[in-house]
């Protein structure tokens, strides 16, 4: 593999956590692999590996530009990313509030239901439940 997937790989890990792209690389098969290199060099190996803006800012653009395209089915693994980037809940809220402004309420409002849910799974991950 080259650098730059090794890189994505690293940053991948660092952002998504370990158990994440175990399951993911796991679950690679012939018809997705070119797929998944992709997305490893040049979202992860690329834009999240730059130091122009840090992870937290990161986090914040990646959930608002989510939830302003209606791409919820990625809102809940970036919400759990925000526990190794940095980004707080407020600063999850006030991407949100963005949205809502320039992208529509219906949109941030779900986004919001996703982060809330999420919120709460962790927690009680946390606590052992």
């Not at 834009?47 to 530009?65: C, N, Q, Y």
């Not at 809102?75 to 707080?88: E, L, P, V, Y």
């Amino acid at each position: 593999m080259s650098d730059r997937y090794e890189q994505g790989l690293d940053v991948r890990r660092a952002v998504l956590g370990d158990a994440h792209v175990d399951r993911a690389e796991a679950a690679k098969t012939d018809l997705d692999a070119p797929f998944q290199t992709l997305i490893t060099e040049a979202a992860w190996g690329t834009v999240w590996a730059s130091d122009g803006i840090s992870p937290r800012e990161r986090s914040m653009l990646t959930l608002a530009l989510l939830a302003a395209l209606g791409n919820f089915e990625e809102i809940a693994m970036h919400i759990r990313a925000t526990a190794r980037t940095g980004a707080s809940k407020q600063d999850v809220l006030e991407a949100f509030q963005h949205v809502a402004i320039y992208a529509g309420v219906p949109r941030a409002n779900q986004a919001l239901k996703i982060a809330k849910d999420t919120y709460a799974d962790m927690e009680r991950e946390e606590a052992g439940e």
